[in-house]
């Protein structure tokens, strides 16, 4: 086994036991990252109009 399988396994891990014992926590972790993703990209598609718009 290759160190990327193994790192990639230990994370998968982690990250269900966080999901299993603060369920609230990560509930917010997760709302925050797709928050974060959606305003970025509704400043690129913000952006992109713009650019072509003027």
Do not use: C, H, W, Y
């Not at 230990?10 to 603060?22: E, I, K, S």
Request: cysteine-free; aromatic content about 8%; glycine content about 8%.
């Amino acid at each position: 086994m290759d160190i990327k399988k193994i790192l990639i396994i230990t994370g998968a891990a982690l990250l269900v036991f966080f999901l299993v014992t603060q369920p609230v926590q990560s509930a917010g972790i997760v709302n925050s990252i797709l928050t974060s993703l959606k305003d970025g990209a509704e400043a690129v598609i913000t952006f992109v109009r713009t650019v072509f718009q003027g």
